[in-house]
Structure formats: structure tokens, C-alpha cells
């Protein structure tokens, strides 16, 4: 029996994904860099929320923003059109971002230049949350239109993140989107988890969450020290 | 070299899941139910245009809902408390659905008490594109809050539909969503699918889909005779 070995696929893929991101967290302390994790739906506001806080840090800290999807240029596009510095990854087909995908990307660009990394994961609820990205906080984003029920058919994504953003509240009115029952089951999954309600289009919330996000880095970054 | 077995799990994968969704097409086919795949975002609203569907085609055909999510009962409840019949699936964490998950649902009802079965997909754009349910017909849901640009960054599901419904169009003045520049990225990736635009909140062009899709079933049924 003892001289039968299993090779668990999926443990072992995770299990060298975890490795991974520790070498890429320790390297981005050493560097002196914060890097965020931010996941959610397709559509539900990533690059928005990108370039709407990039308005409100990037006097503050030297930005980019690594972006992943199966294909096209669209969103880093967007963030350069806005000022920002993008490096785009094409998983080619895969459903979500790992630490190696990360590290490949991160070794395209010179990481004394910049302070603050963004992940913008691919629009996924389910595989991302299960991938360790070398990041040091993990945000997810909902949007109202999605409805308030999503924590109950994606559990793990709302376990894993530090943060929930609830987006696109400018158009609450047109859908049933009940935010204290939202509340309510957070708290029980992730009592932890900050909540934020915001609008990347009309900029409401926006101050509130990159206050917030400012204080993790700076926190960060005087523990480095 | 030709003594080398090469093990590809993904491929392994795929074949053995096409092996049981042909197998599942056979035996529905003997059945002389028809079978619909629905994917989406989480939150693209699934759920809700099966309702509305049910709506107008409950009178025509014999109808139960298979659905598929990682955890919670929500959908099936609102699927029973609509009227119709609810089979729920739970993943345990898996992003899509397979054959054999759609075979084990079909195996716990007796299959010649219906006509049609739709499946709710989990929902994601990515993962549910590889594998055949063993269904006659997939579609998948757009909603105008998700952007028009979806088809650039998750071109596979795309490419495998046989209709796009666009939904809560009721709601397009909140958002910015170029239609025309949809239709044209639609016709370059997948010529040959259908497209809705409807709202399953107003009913808005649901009766055009539901007579298109009643269409399809009656066409598929007539070749089975």
C-alpha cells in the first residue's frame, strides 16, 4: 500500500499555485509594493472601480494594473485611455488568474517603478476565488443588478475576499435589490468582510473605499519597515 | 516511444463528458423530450426568463426546470413557486455543469412525464462553453447592465450558442450598451445565432423567443417521428 503513490490533479495544482504566491508575496515586500486582488461577475464594474479609484490614489502611490482575460485588449486599453499603466495577461481559454500568471506579468514591467498593483481577475465568481494571486488583500465587486442572492450560490467567493463592494448603486431604483438582507448574509459568512456601497459612474462611495484601501497599504507598508 | 501512454486529463475529460452527453441525447431523443441549456453571468437573469418562458409555453408542453448551482435551493424555490416543476443540482463547487450531473437530475424524475427540460447553467462565461449537457440547443443570456463588450474577452461561449437573448432592456437608459456594435461583434464570432432582445420583467419580446424556441422543439420532434 505504502509504496502506491496518489496524485491528487487538483490539490497538487493548488497546492504549487500556493507556493507560488508566497514567493511572489515576499518578493513584492521585499519591493515594497501592495498588490490587490479584485474579482466579480463579468460586467459587474471592475475596470470602472479601477479607473474610478486610480482618480482618487494615483497622486498618492505609483499605479498599475495587471488585467486578465481569455482574450482582447478592451480593458487595459481603457486604463491606459485613462492615464493609468495596464499590462494585459491572455489565460488563453482559462477561467481564472494564478500566482505564475501573475509573476510572468509582474516580470514585464520594472517593480521599483510602481507602489500599488491591481489584479483585475477574469469576470468569474467561481475558479478565482480558489486561486491564491500572490495579492495581499482580496476585494470582490457586486453589482445591484445582479441581486442581493449571489452569496448564497457562490459562497466561496464571499468567504475568501476582505472586502465586498456593491456597485452601480445609482441604479437601485430599477431593480429588487435588498441591501440589508445582502448585509445580513454576509455577516454570516464573512463577518469580517468590509462592505461598501459605491458608484464608479457618479463617483459616490469611491472616497470611502479608497480611504479605506489607502489605510491597508500604508499599514502594510509601515509593518515593512 | 509508442510504448508511452500519455494521459491529457483535460482531454480525457472532455471526450468521456461528449461520450455521456451523446449517450443522454440518444436516450432523450427515444424519450421525445427536448432539452435547452441556458447559460449566463451570475445574475444575468436565468432564472427569470425561464419563468417568463414558462409563462407562455406551459400550455404547449410539459415542462421541468434542471438547476445547477454550487449551493442553496434559491432558483428551484422560485421555479415551484412560479408554477413549475425543479430539479436542483448542487456542484459542491464545480463551475459548470456536465453530462453526468444533467443524466443523475434526469435519472430522479420520470422522464416521460415531460416534453421539454430546461437546464440553468451555473452561473459563468467561461467553463460551461466546454461541456456538452447533452441538450438540443444552447443558449445564452447577455444583460444590458453586464456592457456590450463581453464577446471580446469571452469569445468561446459566443461562438457555441444557437441563440442570444439580450435581456433587461428595459432598463438600457441607465447604461451605456451599444447594441448595433453587439449585433456586429455577434455576426463576426457566430453568424448563425439567434438574437432576443427582450425583459422578463416587462415581458418585452419574450413571446418572440418563446415562439422561436417553440419552433426549434416542435422542428426537432417532427424528426424524430
Same mark, same amino acid.
Given at each position: ?8 490533479? *487538483? ?14 508575496? #515576499?518578493?513584492? =515586500?521585499?519591493?515594497?509594493?501592495? %498588490? ?5 461577475? $463579468?460586467? =459587474?464594474? !471592475? ?12 497622486? *498618492?502611490?505609483?499605479?498599475?494594473? &495587471? ?6 485588449? @478592451? ?29 510572468? =506579468? ?8 510602481? /507602489? ?5 481577475? @477574469?469576470?468569474?465568481? @467561481?475558479? $478565482? ?9 482580496? +476585494? ?14 457562490? $459562497? ?6 476582505? #472586502?465586498?463592494?456593491?456597485?452601480? &448603486? /445609482?441604479? +437601485? ?9 445582502? !448585509?445580513?448574509?454576509?455577516?454570516? @459568512?464573512? $463577518?469580517? %468582510?468590509?462592505?461598501?456601497? +459605491? ?18 497599504? /500604508?499599514?502594510? !507598508?509601515?509593518?515593512?519597515?
Amino acid at each position: 500500500m505504502s509504496d502506491i503513490k496518489l496524485i491528487n490533479i *487538483k490539490e497538487s495544482i493548488l497546492k504549487d499555485n500556493d507556493n507560488d504566491a508566497e514567493f511572489l508575496r #515576499a518578493k513584492l =515586500a521585499r519591493e515594497n509594493v501592495f %498588490m490587490l486582488n479584485i474579482m466579480s461577475s $463579468p460586467g =459587474a464594474g !471592475k475596470t470602472s472601480l479601477i479607473i474610478a479609484t486610480l482618480k482618487v490614489l494615483q497622486h *498618492k502611490y505609483r499605479i498599475s494594473v &495587471i488585467e486578465g482575460d481569455i482574450d482582447s485588449m @478592451v480593458d487595459s486599453e481603457k486604463i491606459v485611455q485613462n492615464g493609468g499603466h495596464a499590462v494585459q495577461i491572455h489565460t488563453g481559454g482559462d477561467c481564472h488568474l494564478d500566482a505564475f500568471m501573475i509573476k510572468s =506579468a509582474i516580470d514585464t514591467i520594472n517593480i521599483s517603478d510602481f /507602489d500599488l498593483l491591481f489584479i483585475e481577475n @477574469v469576470g468569474n465568481l @467561481v475558479c $478565482p476565488a480558489e486561486f491564491d494571486t500572490g495579492a495581499n488583500l482580496k +476585494v470582490m465587486i457586486l453589482s445591484v443588478p445582479e441581486g442581493d442572492d449571489k452569496i448564497l450560490k457562490y $459562497p466561496l467567493m464571499f468567504q475568501v475576499c476582505d #472586502a465586498l463592494i456593491i456597485n452601480k &448603486i /445609482d441604479c +437601485v431604483k430599477m431593480f429588487d435589490f435588498d441591501f440589508e438582507a445582502l !448585509k445580513n448574509r454576509a455577516a454570516l @459568512v464573512n $463577518p469580517k %468582510m468590509k462592505l461598501f456601497e +459605491v458608484s464608479s459612474k457618479t463617483m459616490e462611495g469611491i472616497t470611502e473605499w479608497s480611504d479605506w484601501l489607502s489605510e491597508q497599504i /500604508d499599514d502594510y !507598508k509601515s509593518r515593512l519597515i
